[in-house]
């Protein structure tokens, strides 16, 4: 199906920025927004918080405002990490539909307090630190409480999703992977290291979905696309996710630092429009004695929220002040919710249905229940300003707001049947009273980065690469050095290196050197210049 386009049909460059690991509540449910209802046109406010609490071990942990800017490890949000979250502890799920009816979002302490990263440490003594949520910077507000001066400027100058879910109850790379396909192909869970080489030993190098990609209807309709790290290059640190798909290489990525310039010459140019991915720099991922992520902008909860503030505020003052800024729509959002507590309950899902099949399905999940909320905004010339939507949306909206905006079918029965976010850039005449600088967020002190590292336990550099997303990151090296390769022999002694990768310390080594050459051929061999 082609979902109603119910944009300003001026509209046809869409900008997706996606961030990393923070609920809704964790970020602005102390906002205490009001506005006016999407729908209804009625005066309302965010759902936020208002004295919710978890029990744990005979004690009561209360949300609490000011949140640390910086986490020392990784909160759980794994697959069973999120059904203790929302269901509580000792819930089992072995498969089927998910336990919908015991959703209490009981168990996000519970599960803080006992949650264990092999080699990582992991656990803490300050187990409400889960409850903790920032306190964002309301107009007039006292700048004490000003944590979040851009992202709630944004929240309260457009239209901010208040029941914006991640796409299923599970970790980052599925749910990136729904924002991109409607679907994650089945996997229910972080990617293992033997995975991602069984991705890669197929003819197709790159992980496949059933219906493709949204970049492949893009290209069977004759729409371009555009991927930008947020980075100046030459860049060390991470790949960005979106090039684990088949069909999508790093040389389709550009840098942050070109963003406002391209916005001025090569946009303009492409008059069927452009849809446009950006991801964060995912900063340090081998530190071992330090926190992951850490000199990034991704907003992963091991780095400094800040950092994530200020690639907000660049990406959208480049926006705003281009000459395409009137015919442009961007969504912010958040892959999933990172450990952190949120206290709506989310709600069953259409399934894909896209014949995903088990080979990656880890728990039998049916791919039947939304994970948790995450901030979610829109933003347009033709955004009314101020205004809260009450309306269910997932990540799939982002695939179905595309087809909207560029009358294509969807991919699957999961963005067929989401809302898609063009009705919140409806207005018929362009705004003018639209803010074209945000305030400024801050920077740590050496004070914070210090405190943060006391904190910090140490990363065994001998435990297994199988954990969280590090073997995800090791695909998206592994996928791109196999595309420069330029016999089928060169591709097989890549894949016997991988292969022979068991730990940490190997991963370090072979990532530490493979990016700045993979950047480097990229720059050479793709379309950085377009």
Not at 233 to 250: C, D, F, L, R
Request: charged content about 20%.
């Amino acid at each position: 199906m082609i979902p109603i386009n119910n944009a300003n049909k001026k509209v046809k460059y869409v900008f997706v920025l996606m961030l990393e690991n923070r609920s809704f509540d964790h970020m602005l449910g102390f906002s205490g927004i009001t506005g006016t209802d999407a729908e209804t046109g009625k005066p309302t406010k965010v759902n936020g918080l208002s004295g919710q609490s978890n029990q744990y071990d005979g004690k009561t942990y209360p949300v609490a405002g000011n949140a640390d800017w910086q986490m020392p490890f990784d909160p759980g949000h794994e697959f069973m990490d999120v059904l203790e979250q929302l269901c509580g502890a000792g819930v089992n799920y072995k498969g089927g539909p998910y336990p919908t009816n015991k959703i209490n979002n009981a168990g996000f302490v519970s599960n803080y307090a006992t949650t264990t990263s092999p080699g990582e440490g992991g656990a803490t003594s300050n187990f409400g630190e889960i409850m903790k949520c920032y306190s964002p910077a309301l107009l007039g507000a006292p700048t004490p409480f000003a944590q979040l001066p851009v992202l709630t400027a944004l929240a309260k100058e457009f239209a901010v999703c208040d029941c914006w879910y991640s796409s299923l109850p599970g970790p980052t790379w599925p749910n990136r992977f729904f924002v991109h396909a409607a679907s994650s192909g089945g996997l229910d869970h972080s990617p293992t290291s033997e995975e991602i080489l069984d991705w890669e030993s197929n003819p197709l190098s790159g992980y496949t979905f059933p219906n493709k990609s949204i970049f492949d209807r893009l290209n069977a309709n004759n729409i371009k696309w555009w991927i930008y790290e947020g980075a100046a290059y030459p860049v060390t640190g991470s790949i960005p996710n979106v090039t684990a798909i088949e069909g999508v290489h790093q040389y389709d990525v550009s840098y942050i630092s070109r963003f406002a310039s391209d916005l001025g010459s090569w946009y303009p140019q492409q008059k069927n429009g452009v849809y446009t991915f950006i991801e964060p720099n995912y900063g340090d991922l081998t530190n071992y004695n330090y926190p992951k992520y850490t000199g990034g902008q991704s907003q992963h909860p091991e780095d400094d929220v800040r950092n994530g503030e200020a690639f907000i505020k660049q990406v959208y003052e480049a926006l705003v002040n281009s000459t395409i800024w009137e015919e442009s729509m961007l969504i912010i959002t958040y892959d999933e919710h990172g450990g952190f507590y949120d206290h709506v309950a989310p709600t069953k899902a259409p399934e894909p249905n896209d014949n995903s099949g088990s080979t990656y399905n880890q728990y039998g999940f049916l791919f039947d229940q939304y994970g948790i909320r995450v901030p979610a905004i829109v933003i347009s010339a033709y955004t009314p300003k101020n205004v809260i939507d009450h309306r269910v949306y997932d990540h799939s909206s982002v695939p179905a707001t595309v087809a909207a905006v560029y009358n294509m079918e969807t991919l699957t029965d999961r963005d067929g049947k989401a809302n898609n976010v063009t009705w919140l850039a409806s207005l018929n005449n362009a705004r003018t009273d639209v803010p074209t600088t945000l305030p400024s967020p801050g920077v740590a002190t050496p004070a914070e980065i210090e405190a943060v590292a006391q904190r910090h336990r140490p990363i065994d550099p001998e435990s297994t690469v199988d954990h969280g997303n590090l073997p995800g990151f090791l695909h998206l090296v592994l996928k791109a050095e196999k595309e420069m390769a330029t016999t089928e022999a060169e591709k097989q002694l890549i894949m016997e290196k991988y292969k022979q990768i068991k730990t940490k310390a190997q991963a370090k080594v072979v990532m530490e050197e493979a990016i700045p050459r993979i950047q480097a051929w990229a720059e050479v061999h793709g379309r950085s210049n377009h």
